[in-house]
Every structure is written in C-alpha cells, then in structure tokens.
C-alpha cells in the first residue's frame, strides 16, 4: 500500500481573507453574500435597537473593533481570562468586525445593568417573528434553537426556544440534560458536543434505523465560568442547535461560531443565524454549496446517501484545505485518527465489533471527545449503513436509561457515550467498552494546564477510582490482520508532527473505508446473481429478484474466497473454527445485513423496472422504503 504525505500543511483557523473583495466582510458584495450583516442586523427592530442604533453612514471603510462599541455589551463575568478552546473560539473583535459591516457606525442606546443575563429572554414577545415562508425555508435545515440555563432549585431548565417549537415533556428533559455535562472531571471554558434524543412526536424527526421512532440531533456549545454573584459560584449555560440532520461536520461548525457571539451580544445572534440560514439554498445530498454564516464563508459538501466523504471524492483542492472552511458535512471537526490515534491498533477489533452490531459503551472524560468518538466509530463501517441506535453522549437522566442500563445483557446494535463515573460499575457487564481521550491536568482554578496525565491504575480498580487508560476491552478475539505498514506511517507522521491531522485522519478513514468495501465483494458477487436478466419480449409483469439463500452464498465464499486479510485459522476452546466463513456467518444474522440487503434490494428492483419498462419509470417515483432508507445516513 501506498500512502501519500506530499499535501502542504494545514492553515490556522482563519476568518474571510482581506484580500478577497468578493469575500471581504468590508465590502458591498459581501453584505449582498451574507443577509445577517446588512438585511437582518438593520431589520431586527425589537431586539437590535436595544442594543445598537444606527448613528451614521461613513463612506469609508473602518475597523469596527475600534469603534464606539461599548464592551461592557457583554456578560459581567468576563472570559477574557479563560484559556481559548482553538476549534470553537472566535476572538470578540474578530467576531464584530467580520459579522458587521464597519460602513455602520453603533452607539450604544442604553447600557445594560451590570448584572444583567443578555442570554435570557424575560419577554419571548420581544424577539423577531418569522414569516411563515421564511420559517418554512429555515426548517430545510434545522428545527431551531434552545437555551438551557442552570437553575440552583431545579437544576438544568429550558430558558427559550427560537423560533418557537413544540416539544415534548420527554424531548424537553432529554435536550436540557444533554446540554450539560454529566461528569465531575470538567474544565472552565467552552465546550462543543453533539446529542441524538429520541423524538417522541416531533415531524421533523428522522426515521431511526431499526425503529419507527425517530431521532433528532443537537449540537451543543455549553459555556462555564466563575462568577461570585451566583450562589452556586459558577455560570453555566449552553445554547443547542437543533437539527433533523445528523450533519456533525456543519452543525459543529454553526454552533462553534454562533455560541461565544451568543453569550457576548445575546438574543440578536439567534435572530440573525436565523434570517442568515433562511436564505440559504435547499439542502440537495451530493451537492456542495457555499453557505454564509456571521461572517465566515463556509463551503459544505453534502454527503451522499451510503457514499463515504473523503478528500479523494471532494471537490475540494487537497493542496490548499482550509478544514475550518471547507467542511464535510457527516465528518466530526476532529475525528477518528485524533481521538483513537493512543490506540490505534484497536480500531481493526472495533472495525469488526461495528460490524457484527455489538453493543459498545464508549467511557470519556469529557463529553466533546466522547460524541465524536461514537460518530467516529459508526462512521468506520462506511458504506454499510449502522443498523442501531447510537448515543453520542447519554446521560443518567435521559428516559431511556432505565431500559438501557440494567443488570441483564445488552441489547445489540446499540452504542452508548457516557462520561459519568457511575456508568463504569453500571455497565461493567458489558462485552465491549472503549476508553478514550487524555485525562488533563488540571490547575487549582479548574483550567487546563495544557498537559496530559496517564494514570497506570489496574483495570480492576477503575470502577472504584475512576483512573482512566485509555484502551479497548472486549470478550471477541479479533480475525482481521492490521496493517502494521499503516501505523508505521502514522506513527512516523506523528514523530514529525507532518502532514496534518486531518491528512492523517482521511488516510485512516480511507483505509476502513476499502476494508469494508473488500468484505462486501462476496456479497455483491452473490447478489449479482440474484437479478434476473433484461428479457424484452417478457410479458408486462416485472421480473422480481431471487430470495439470498445463506447456503448458496456461503457456497460462492468457499469458491471464490475472500478479499480481507484475515488470520490463520484460530482456535476456540472446542474447536478449529475457519475465520472466514464465521464471520460472514455472524455477519448475516445481525441488523446490519438486513439494512444491507433491504437497501440493495430495494435499489436492484428499481433498477429492474428502469431498463424493462420506460413508462413504468415515468409513473413511478422513489418508494418510500428507499427514501427512508436514504434518511438514515
């Protein structure tokens, strides 16, 4: 195998290039590109003049971060001190000068009290209603926004939604728990993490995959800082995107921008994020649209419904990414290479459990790392499509912890995030647990001093001392051989700190994505049998396609062998056992077949009626099984 490493090095973060015109935040053009920084921030009446009133209009451009604009705008208790998180955080001035246009000059009407919370909304009436085209047009891609504040006698608490929605009891308190992070090992800052909630009657909701159920997504900017004025010593509180797509790449993204504009300037930014995305164009999958956002140009490509994104398929150009703003939707902002990259020679074991739809608890300390670990892993089968349900981050509070989290055996397909410390004498019975992410030390004020311990405690005392190693423990003995000249890659990239990890992370990604297409080779072959021959002169009935016999497969595996490197021939305590045939065998009797072949199917049958009949394909659409399908990925 051949890996690669001549793509230039990543470029920092970065807002709109100056040297762009058409994308310079000063100029005309852009104002037309970006509707939030010359339609919404002059059109929110109600909740703008508030804040800022228009003095006047300079001819020249300016540098708005040296304006009249008042800092004490924002929130009393400062974060000026906190350490900046380098994927989410956003730099105050940065953030003005590139979401305003310097061509307005603000005054500052009337200042707020020093005490005041800009982030709560005392009158819901106050904030800007949308049109009903307008709201129609912004639910193509996202359900709208929650506010979810500490409350010190009730604990987490729905402050606001925006605009307005209903939801459930059920979905209300899953959303607020969610929003929170349920562990003790917490630093002082931001964070950015993802949820899926079940939807108990929301008609948003996707299908879920093995349920009638559906799910929604949210991704979370929670925000902690000391502050003496609050009895308990420290505010708390997070803003969650809500969304029918599980888009984390994007949505990840949004959230990280929008969340510090949030807390420093209050309700407007929901507004204006709001008129922005509704003059977004129609998500189209496979499409690749640039979207602007408070500021920045985001160009998003769209996944493809069972096609893995990778830099090899974008239309992206290799040699000059800028990840902050050129974005793969599915993709988590970090991903699998960062998060597995202390244990990376477990990943062929996960490879494998993902792929038999074993139940899988994923232990972390923090919830950021925990939810992109999930969506790493359900990822890692790409092209087969996770049959299961997954939690990206699950907590003790969510309503379906009492049927998740009991004595008996796990339920397979399913994958559980969990940063509790409780979870680990919980779920100790489980067959299948991954350990992921450094434990940070920790200053004595609660932030980050930057460096990573590794607590050598034995595996028998985690539960009790919550030491943390990092490390997969499973009862399944793996069958596939790692690609040992793959980590010797990785690893001398990583001594080189060259290419960047987003190259690295694709270059793993792009290796589990062939080994899964190598395990579907036999299937596809056998499949291929399955559908009938175009016979022009059949009568008007369509030919259906044979029923897949398990027998009949097996006997073309043993003709035509297979594609995976697999082991020798291993031993169990009874007997020799071919690897091959055993893990196709245990491959057919999990979901993750049936969701295989229930898309192939549907997918081959279509095809049928495509080439034998041209009037049958003009009478027909998509079925719905198909387009629900499609909704999974």
Request: proline share 9%; glycine share 4%.
């Given at each position: 195998m051949e890996f690669d490493l001549s793509l230039s090095r990543a470029s920092s973060p970065r807002l709109i290039p100056h040297s762009s015109p058409s994308l310079h935040p000063h100029s005309s053009s852009y104002l037309h590109s970006d509707p939030m920084t010359k339609e919404t921030l002059c059109?929110?009446?109600?909740?703008?003049?508030?804040?800022?009133?228009?003095?006047?209009?300079?001819?020249?451009?300016?540098?708005?971060?040296?304006?009249?604009?008042?800092?004490?705008?924002?929130?009393?208790?400062?974060?000026?001190?906190?350490?900046?998180?380098?994927?989410?955080?956003?730099?105050?001035?940065?953030?003005?000068?590139?979401?305003?246009?310097?061509?307005?000059?603000?005054?500052?009407?009337?200042?707020?009290?020093?005490?005041?919370?800009?982030?709560?909304?005392?009158?819901?009436?106050?904030?800007?209603?949308?049109?009903?085209?307008?709201?129609?047009?912004?639910?193509?891609?996202?359900?709208?926004?929650?506010?979810?504040?500490?409350?010190?006698?009730?604990?987490?608490?729905?402050?606001?939604?925006?605009?307005?929605?209903?939801?459930?009891?059920?979905?209300?308190?899953?959303?607020?728990?969610?929003?929170?992070?349920?562990?003790?090992?917490?630093?002082?800052?931001?964070?950015?993490?993802?949820?899926?909630?079940?939807?108990?009657?929301?008609?948003?909701?996707?299908?879920?995959?093995?349920?009638?159920?559906?799910?929604?997504?949210?991704?979370?900017?929670?925000?902690?800082?000391?502050?003496?004025?609050?009895?308990r010593g420290y505010f708390q509180k997070s803003i969650v995107l809500l969304s029918q797509h599980p888009w984390i790449g994007l949505f990840s993204r949004l959230i990280g921008i929008l969340g510090p504009a949030f807390f420093d300037i209050g309700k407007p930014m929901l507004e204006a994020a709001c008129m922005t995305m509704a003059h977004w164009p129609a998500p189209k999958e496979g499409s690749v649209i640039d979207l602007p956002f408070l500021g920045h140009l985001l160009q998003v490509e769209l996944q493809q419904p069972f096609k893995p994104q990778l830099l090899e398929t974008t239309p992206f150009d290799m040699n000059k990414m800028q990840p902050d703003l050129q974005i793969m939707a599915s993709l988590p902002v970090r991903g699998l290479y960062h998060h597995f990259k202390d244990i990376l020679p477990d990943l062929w074991l996960l490879w494998e459990l993902m792929l038999l739809a074993e139940p899988i608890v994923v232990f972390s300390q923090d919830p950021s790392v925990c939810s992109e670990a999930v969506v790493a892993l359900i990822d890692l089968i790409n092209p087969i499509p996770y049959c299961g349900d997954y939690r990206p981050y699950f907590t003790i509070q969510d309503t379906d912890f009492k049927f998740f989290i009991t004595k008996n055996k796990p339920a397979s397909n399913l994958i559980l995030g969990v940063t509790n410390p409780y979870f680990h004498t919980a779920m100790e019975h489980w067959p299948h647990s991954v350990r992921v992410g450094r434990q940070q030390l920790r200053k004595p004020d609660g932030t980050s001093t930057g460096q990573c311990s590794f607590v050598n405690t034995p595996k028998s005392t985690l539960s009790t001392t919550h030491g943390f190693i990092q490390g997969v423990s499973s009862k399944r003995k793996p069958v596939i051989l790692k690609d040992r000249g793959l980590l010797k890659v990785l690893a001398e990239a990583e001594l080189r700190r060259y290419p960047p990890e987003w190259v690295l992370n694709n270059m793993l990604r792009r290796h589990f994505v062939d080994l899964t297409e190598k395990f579907l080779v036999p299937l596809n072959r056998y499949f291929s049998t399955l559908i009938p021959l175009h016979n022009p002169h059949s009568d008007v009935k369509l030919p259906r396609l044979k029923p897949f016999q398990t027998d009949q497969f097996m006997k073309s595996l043993k003709e035509h062998g297979p594609q995976l490197p697999f082991k020798s021939t291993f031993k169990t305590r009874t007997s020799n056992t071919d690897s091959t045939k055993e893990l196709y065998s245990q491959f057919l009797k999990c979901g993750n077949f049936a969701t295989w072949l229930q898309y192939r199917t549907t997918e081959a049958q279509i095809e049928i009626e495509k080439r034998c009949s041209p009037t049958w394909q003009r009478m027909k659409t998509t079925p719905p099984v198909l387009t629900e399908l499609r909704s999974r990925v």
């Open positions: 059109r929110s009446p109600r909740s703008l003049q508030h804040i800022f009133t228009k003095s006047s209009l300079e001819s020249q451009e300016t540098d708005i971060s040296d304006s009249s604009v008042d800092v004490s705008l924002r929130k009393q208790a400062s974060t000026s001190s906190l350490r900046p998180n380098p994927l989410y955080h956003t730099h105050h001035s940065d953030f003005i000068e590139s979401s305003v246009s310097p061509s307005l000059s603000f005054t500052l009407s009337v200042p707020p009290p020093p005490d005041l919370d800009i982030t709560e909304n005392n009158d819901p009436l106050s904030m800007l209603p949308l049109e009903p085209e307008t709201l129609l047009l912004f639910r193509k891609w996202m359900i709208g926004f929650c506010s979810v504040n500490f409350d010190l006698e009730i604990g987490q608490a729905l402050d606001f939604v925006y605009p307005p929605m209903e939801l459930s009891p059920e979905e209300e308190k899953n959303i607020c728990f969610s929003a929170f992070p349920d562990s003790n090992v917490f630093e002082v800052g931001d964070q950015v993490h993802t949820i899926r909630v079940r939807a108990s009657n929301s008609r948003f909701a996707m299908s879920g995959p093995t349920a009638n159920a559906g799910f929604l997504y949210g991704y979370v900017f929670f925000r902690q800082k000391k502050d003496p004025s609050i009895r």
